[in-house]
């Protein structure tokens, strides 16, 4: 398995253009988030310490997993973004305003829409065409960025 250097190197590639790297700063934690919510209205049929599961909260584990295997800091910080997505899901839904499920649709659309634009400004495709894994390695290369500029290694 490539090591977390070499997966951001290679992520890094296709994402050079100051333009898409902006798009891209507000898109992939759109787009993560907008995963999180259309998983979390996928009710499991168990509870734990009174808290109803979801399936959100199963591939998050799941998720922070992969990223523990990557690296040994950066998981935290993964940690601590998917924890807030669950959580602002959870205050979304109760809040009853309008259909997590559909809010996150909307989201998700919109985001890819705009990454793929940045693509096109990139001329480049985007990283997950060679290798699916670049879809959970887009975010880490974000929370890279924070790491650098806290001093934090991966």
């Known amino acids: 398995?490539?090591?977390?250097?070499?997966?951001?190197s290679a992520y890094g590639e296709s994402h050079t253009n100051s333009t898409n790297k902006t798009i891209h700063?507000?898109?992939v934690p759109t787009i993560f988030f907008s995963i999180v919510?259309?998983?979390?209205?996928?009710?499991?049929?168990?509870q734990i310490a009174g808290i109803q599961l979801n399936l959100a909260m199963v591939i998050m584990l799941l998720v922070?997993?992969?990223?523990?295997?990557?690296?040994?800091?950066l998981w935290v910080g993964m940690l601590f973004f998917g924890t807030g997505c669950l959580l602002i899901c959870y205050l979304?839904?109760?809040?009853?305003w309008i259909s997590l499920s559909k809010f996150c649709l909307l989201l998700f659309a919109a985001a890819w829409v705009a990454q793929f634009y940045g693509h096109q400004?990139?001329?480049?495709?985007?990283?997950?065409?060679?290798?699916?894994?670049?879809?959970?390695?887009?975010p880490a290369w974000l929370m890279s960025f924070i790491y650098k500029k806290m001093g934090i290694p991966l």
Do not use: N, R
């Open 37 to 46: 919510g259309l998983l979390y209205g996928v009710e499991l049929p168990f």
């Open 25 to 27: 700063w507000v898109c």
């Open 64 to 73: 922070v997993a992969y990223y523990f295997a990557l690296s040994k800091t």
């Open 121 to 138: 400004i990139e001329g480049k495709k985007p990283s997950f065409l060679k290798d699916i894994q670049f879809l959970l390695i887009g």
């Open 92 to 96: 979304f839904q109760a809040s009853g």
């Open 1 to 8: 398995m490539p090591t977390i250097h070499q997966w951001l």
